[in-house]
């Protein structure tokens, strides 16, 4: 059974940076394209950044792109999510998303989440 694990969330001031660790254990972490959401109080989860199972095709919402950066280390079992300039906007709890192609379905396994917090 596949666990994700998210750490490094904690309290940042605008303008900070943080990073964002995600280890995937259970199975086997190269078949899994990986990502990060994102929910902040009284608001529906959101797509972040998401990473192709080989690391070489990446996409960023439009709210983050130039600030966050989504990698991998498939030999580490690990997705991290680098955040530089963070805004007050960006706290929220942050959720690791590993997502896998089973008899033609998609199946998808989640983190407790990280929290996030941006003061101003």
């Known amino acids: 059974q596949v666990q994700l694990v998210e750490s490094g969330g904690g309290l940042v001031q605008a303008g900070g940076s943080l990073r964002l660790s995600c280890t995937l254990s259970?199975?086997?972490?190269?078949?899994?394209?990986m990502g990060w959401f994102r929910q902040a109080p009284g608001k529906e989860r959101e797509f972040v950044g998401a990473?192709?199972?080989?690391?070489?095709?990446?996409k960023h919402a439009d709210s983050v792109k130039g600030r966050f950066t989504i990698s991998r280390d498939n030999g580490q079992n690990t997705v991290s999510l680098e955040m530089n300039n963070l805004k007050p906007e960006d706290t929220a709890v942050y959720y690791c998303?590993?997502?896998?192609?089973?008899?033609?379905?998609?199946?998808?396994?989640w983190g407790k989440g990280t929290l996030v917090t941006v003061s101003s």
């Open positions: 998303n590993a997502e896998s192609s089973v008899a033609g379905m998609l199946v998808d396994y």
């Open positions: 259970g199975r086997t972490f190269s078949a899994y394209a």
């Open positions: 990473i192709s199972r080989g690391g070489g095709s990446t």
